[in-house]
């Protein structure tokens, strides 16, 4: 049996499998690993790949490598549909090869063009997955029209002549070597070669279809196919009812496509009455890009006919997977919390009138590319915590004190937010990473912030957070000197806007009045009163999610947890001071 395989090590000590899942599995590892995804047990889940595995979603541009990456990406399409279960409907199991057709319901009603094809490769030695391609039918059946343009195209080669070319022969005669094409083998006149012969296995049904495919021979391609067989190519819309209806869909593609194509047989999982097959689509020998596809077949056990099949094939050119995945994230974001929509169209109204507008905001919005606001954005960059103007450096520019206050405050209180870099772990990623978000709020502020209030994953934990469990960078932060710093920028902000640069500037009246009349033409400096409007308002959004993991149940920390929320700046630095640490901390911090 494959438990057999999965729960024995070559040399009697106890597997991966034994240890995580125990000794006697009720059901097949693809059924459990199936079992933990619809369970969000993201943890038992990581346990069935292998450290360097591959995970290749035909939909995304490139594989997901290693086993956290696929935990990762696993999490994130869970997070991305709550209500979402995977349903397998048949599974080719042939020990190290594994195939499964499967579909995705929702609140157990099965979604529209949503089933896959799936094949996984199996370590002999520790029953591991090293490798899973997943493919998935599209939602535009556009077949017809791709064999139009096909065909249209290859009129125009100039290697069109014969029925297949030599590469093409040759390696469909590598792919089949193996089998042969009856089960009895010839004679060879000697008493000892009969028993020294060991005869070749039948070609399964699918191998023996590709090969006369590939031969341009439809007739012994439909053969193999049983006289009541449904077939399923998903780049079309209608399934081939019979025999001859898919003999007659053959022909079509044999005429359209030129005669260099060759299928060529990747892996094949060959459970004897179901049968995975993983194939790509060669050109002279040459393989075609886009063209990674995945079958499955039912065959009858008496026959060996095919009484069903169904292929997928991989997007061509767009991958869009990762835009799907946003928006789905998005969409059941909204659809759980629907508070949500406050930082969602906070950032659109932001984005619209910080960047885009005329006559909302003072000064040129940013499509005109106006020299005095890259200028005063450079100068500002320059005196960055008021370093270079204490120094007295050289390069050091003149620039409004009150300006260089607003924007040296809003760069401290964007930092604090580093502070919730554990809102980021192995077991709770994000689809907008939050140290990214962080970084990015040092250059365009809300426009990094309001996103990813918006798409962050909700902390749904049943214990609290342990240190070990976060990143270097969310262990480095906890550092309690951390907020005092930024809060000392903060209040150096003020007295820098109140009292520097006197001789330039003038005293109070003086400066508050030359300050508010570049702010009546600055783009960019009334965008910075707008960020801290928002900063004040969102600085408590992620102060619940970070005081559950620390263990601080509903109605606790009251007093602290109302000052983090309702006091702009400071209270957010009195809270990372002050915040309970996580279990296994330090104390001495």
Not at 510 to 539: K, P, Y
Request: glycine fraction near 6%; include cysteine.
């Amino acid at each position: 049996e494959l438990f057999g395989v999965f729960t024995k090590e070559p040399n009697g000590a106890t597997s991966p499998f034994q240890t995580f899942f125990g000794n006697k599995p009720t059901k097949s590892t693809v059924e459990q690993l199936f079992d933990a995804w619809n369970d969000r047990d993201y943890r038992k889940m990581s346990a069935f790949f292998a450290d360097e595995s591959q995970f290749q979603d035909a939909s995304f541009p490139n594989p997901f490598v290693g086993k956290q990456d696929i935990s990762r990406y696993l999490q994130l399409v869970g997070n991305a549909a709550t209500r979402k279960k995977f349903v397998i409907d048949k599974v080719a199991d042939a020990g190290e090869k594994v195939a499964i057709l499967y579909h995705e319901e929702q609140d157990d009603t099965t979604i529209g063009c949503s089933r896959h094809v799936a094949f996984y490769t199996v370590d002999p030695q520790t029953g591991l997955f090293t490798s899973v391609f997943d493919t998935v039918e599209p939602s535009r059946k556009s077949g017809a029209a791709n064999l139009a343009v096909i065909s249209a195209v290859s009129k125009l080669l100039d290697t069109v002549g014969s029925s297949n070319d030599e590469k093409g022969a040759k390696q469909v005669e590598v792919e089949t070597q193996m089998y042969d094409s009856s089960s009895s083998t010839e004679s060879s006149g000697s008493f000892s070669n009969i028993f020294a012969t060991t005869p070749k296995p039948i070609k399964p049904a699918p191998i023996q279809y590709f090969d006369a495919w590939n031969k341009r021979d439809m007739t012994a391609a439909a053969a193999v196919f049983d006289e009541n067989v449904q077939y399923e190519d998903t780049v079309f819309p209608d399934l081939f009812d019979g025999q001859q209806a898919l003999k007659k869909h053959l022909e079509v593609c044999k005429d359209a496509l030129p005669p260099t194509f060759s299928f060529v047989v990747d892996d094949i999982a060959n459970a004897g009455q179901n049968i995975g097959v993983k194939w790509h689509v060669e050109n002279q020998g040459e393989q075609m890009p886009f063209t990674q596809g995945l079958s499955f077949y039912t065959t009858d056990q008496k026959t060996a006919l095919i009484k069903t099949g169904i292929d997928e094939v991989e997007p061509a050119v767009l991958k869009l997977g990762g835009p799907k995945l946003l928006s789905k994230t998005l969409l059941n974001a909204i659809a759980e919390e629907p508070i949500r929509l406050v930082p969602l169209v906070s950032w659109g109204a932001y984005m619209f009138i910080v960047f885009f507008s005329d006559g909302i905001l003072p000064g040129a919005n940013a499509l005109q590319l106006e020299q005095r606001t890259w200028e005063e954005v450079r100068d500002l960059s320059l005196n960055f915590f008021f370093v270079s103007p204490l120094l007295n450096l050289p390069f050091a520019p003149v620039v409004h004190p009150m300006l260089e206050g607003v924007f040296n405050l809003l760069l401290s209180w964007a930092a604090l937010f580093a502070g919730f870099f554990s809102d980021e772990r192995e077991d709770k990623p994000n689809i907008f990473p939050v140290i990214p978000a962080v970084i990015g709020m040092q250059f365009l502020t809300s426009a990094f912030l309001l996103p990813y209030l918006t798409l962050r994953s909700s902390e749904n934990l049943t214990e609290p957070v342990r240190r070990e469990e976060l990143s270097k960078a969310a262990q480095v932060v906890e550092n309690r000197f951390i907020a005092p710093f930024l809060g000392l920028i903060g209040t150096g902000a003020f007295f820098w806007g109140s009292l520097a640069r006197t001789s330039e500037f003038g005293g109070w009246d003086e400066r508050v009045s030359s300050f508010w009349s570049l702010m009546s033409i600055d783009r960019v400096g009334s965008s910075f009163l707008v960020d801290l409007a928002i900063f004040a308002v969102f600085q408590g959004w992620m102060i619940d999610d970070d005081l559950k993991r620390r263990g601080v149940g509903d109605g606790e920390c009251e007093t602290l947890r109302n000052i983090a929320k309702f006091v702009p700046f400071f209270g957010l630095v009195a809270y990372m001071t002050l915040r309970p640490a996580y279990e296994g901390e330090e104390d001495n911090r």
